[in-house]
């Protein structure tokens, strides 16, 4: 009698534990869902990238541009799905800026500030074509009048750190646009003869790009125009 008791005792309990639970339940207001996490910025300035961009933009007379963010995973995408996401009218449309040093440089040779025989040049190609070093050693040999033997010319990829310190811009943010130190710019001829003449390139930050009116940038930027890229 007494187990039978106690049994009972312990199925009232827990159905009175039951409703108290159910009580609390039905008091409790559906709590939000959580907010989005905030952008985070990926240079420094960060989210006034975009804003001092299109400032040296303007001053240096473009109007036509636009900056667009990405997905943070934008690279791990196929090219025809960036271009998808930023409008481009094809993949020929999709370019980057790449820094090159110049290895062979005579010792005097140490920064910028001769356009014709710099020590580093940043290049910009399209994403579907490959860049061809040769005949940029070839254009400086000849904007040199053969002054300076062909040997002195050898581009290879400058190492990040040094991307960094000239450009201001890190790993896949580099743009040639408002960088730390006024490097030569070298677009690809194929780029010029882009129709529509509207192409996409770094912004500065990881998730920006800059879409740009191909003669506005070669107006405002100045670079050489060579055929650099197979």
Known sequence: MEGSLRALENLQK?????????ELDLRLPSLPPPPPRPATAHVAGGTDTEARLSAVLRDGGVSDFEFKRVPMDYYEWTLDERREVLGGHSNDHLCKSIVLVNTQAHASVVDCSDRNNSKYYIVVVQYTAKFNAE???????????GKIAKKKFNLRLAPEEESLKLTGYGHNAVTCVGMKTNIPVILDEAIARLD???????????????????????????????????
């Not at 827990?14 to 159910?22: E, P, Y």
């Open 196 to 230: 529509p003449d509207f192409f996409w390139l770094g912004g500065g930050e990881v998730d920006l790009k800059l879409g740009i009116r191909t003669p506005q940038f070669i107006d405002s930027i100045k670079p050489f125009v060579v055929s650099c890229s197979t």
């Open 135 to 145: 005949n940029v050693r070839n254009f400086l040999y000849t904007l040199n009048n």
């Open 14 to 22: 827990g159905i009175l534990d039951r409703i108290a639970r159910l």
